[in-house]
C-alpha cells in the first residue's frame, strides 16, 4: 500500500513539473525593440520590422494568435516608414484580433490623418 501512495505521488510531483507552452512566441523582440529604441537607426528599425513580420506570420504559442499590441506597434512604426496603406492594414488588424484596444487605435488613425 505505501508502495502505491509514494508511485502516485512520484506521478502527481512529476506531472507538476512538466513545461508548458508559452502564450506567445517572441522571436527575439525583446532584444530588437531595445536596439531600436537605443540606436534609432536604419538598421535597427528594419530588424524590429522582421521581427514583428515573424511574430505575426509564425506564431507558435499555446494561444495561437499574435501577442497584444504587436500589430498595433508594428503598424505604427510603418506608418512613420511610410507605408501608411500596410500601417493601417495592420492597426485595423489589432482591432479585430483585440476589441478593447478600439478606443486607442482611433486616436492613433485620427493623430495620423491630421
Known amino acids: 500500500m505505501k508502495k502505491w ?6 506521478l502527481v510531483i ?5 513545461t508548458q ?6 522571436d527575439g523582440y525583446e532584444a530588437y525593440s531595445y536596439k531600436y529604441l537605443k540606436d ?4 535597427s528599425r528594419e530588424q524590429l520590422m522582421e521581427s514583428y513580420e ?18 498595433a506597434d508594428y503598424g505604427f512604426l510603418l506608418m512613420q516608414a511610410d ?6 492594414k495592420m492597426l485595423t488588424k ?5 476589441p ?4 486607442f487605435i482611433d486616436r492613433i488613425l485620427k493623430m495620423i490623418e491630421q
Open 5 to 10: 501512495i509514494l508511485y502516485i505521488g512520484a
Open 83 to 88: 507605408q501608411q496603406k500596410k500601417g493601417k
Open 21 to 26: 507552452k508559452p502564450l506567445y512566441t517572441w
Open 14 to 18: 512529476l506531472a507538476s513539473c512538466s
Open 54 to 71: 515573424k511574430i505575426i506570420n509564425e506564431q507558435e504559442g499555446s494561444r495561437d494568435t499574435v501577442p497584444p499590441g504587436i500589430m
Open 40 to 43: 534609432r537607426d536604419k538598421e
Open 100 to 103: 478593447e484596444s478600439k478606443v
Open 94 to 98: 489589432e482591432v479585430k484580433y483585440y
